[in-house]
DNA sequence: ACGGGTCTTGACGAGTTCCTGACGCCCCTG
DNA sequence: CAGGGGCGTCAGGAACTCGTCAAGACCCGT
């Protein structure tokens, strides 16, 4: 099982190493944000022990960022105690929350608890011909690599997310555009029309991005 | 969302509770591991808050039972923060362990990622052919998917929230409509009709769209 | 400054959805 | 038995939504 150790203290992080490496565990080690993000796309680890105080991003954007293409178990350790960062952590989608200083022996308990809770994780969407990798930002359509501007790759992911299910016009506007927009329903019409023309084999019979007229679009498999 | 309260501390029984009544979860209460046994079987919650310290059996030997049968979310309070117990207990299965003196908020947050992580179970409708799954917005019949219009939904998504139950003339009309609407009972007539021309067998027999002559409609499974 | 790609914006036809009124039916009541 | 209220059905036109296109603005790296 691969562990990813994202801290900035490197008493800490040798500590871990050791322990982790004791269960037979691979581990990975960076210490700031954007190295984290990287490491988390390129190698895929099976579980994140994610420090809230980096020096570049803080873990909750990393952490925020992180849940937007992965399921993967986050631990997050922080020095701090305060009640409502940890409510923020956990409902951003950490599966636990350690405060220093800890037990050795508990964090690697709790390391194991939310190992063993992961469920299947589907780094792979398959649908057709079509292969969708979140993790890789990478599109295939029968083979060949799809190449997808920001904003295309930002509403396909929104909808990839969630398959079969209905995501809503003002949602996806509010998540691709920011949130000031809500209204502006047209750019949605233009750039699900340039994502079924790469991605559909008949752009004007699309199977997979689905208009539900008056409500949203859905991606369906 | 159910949950079952394991604790023989009254007050803290309470402020739990309240706090978990206040998330609009129903919420199971008991004192013993004995009746927590028995809870578990018979009412099946969908999440258990557990605490270690009960009178007759311990909370580990009632976890230890649980986890033969079941893998349903335990969240545990102890008033120990000895780490040999909670490596104990998160090994025998346990999704968390907070130690007392705890905040509420971060117990809450707390239970809603154990039971964020387990709920990916989707509440369907299941009604004879009928599947209704309300998060996305998709009706089947028979296997097919059924295509609605918005207003078509939101009347349907309102009878479907409370199976078997009525709902007055005037609340659709409020809640589909707007707060405006209330008088015009024409509408209710035309769309029910389509809504049974989609999803019943005999639209001119209902089964599942019942009218309650000058109340409402009801949703029957 | 230039050029390529990307994003915004408006406009149009085609198709769908919504509103509305009219009609006939049933059941209940007087 | 007649009257009335509530219900289901139908169909037309108004209003809306969608897909598409194209022009212009914007943002890079060269």
Redesign the interface.
Known sequence: MKVLVVDDDATLRRTLAIGLHAEDHEVLIVADGRSALQALREDRPDIVVLDLGLPDLTGVEVLRQLRTWSTIPVVVLSARAE??E??QA??L?????VTKPF?M??L???I??AA??A?SDIPLLEAGDLVIDLPARRVTKAGAVVRLTPTEWGLLEMLVR?P???VGQQDLLHEVWGPAYGRETNYLRVYVGGLRKKLEDDPSRPRHLIT????GY?FEI
Chains 1, 2 share one sequence.
């Open positions: 009640s409502a940890k409510v956990l409902d989608g950490a599966d636990d929350y037990g022996e508990e690697l308990a709790r194991r608890a063993r809770r469920g969630t079969g299910r209905l539900e007229p008056g409500m859905r």
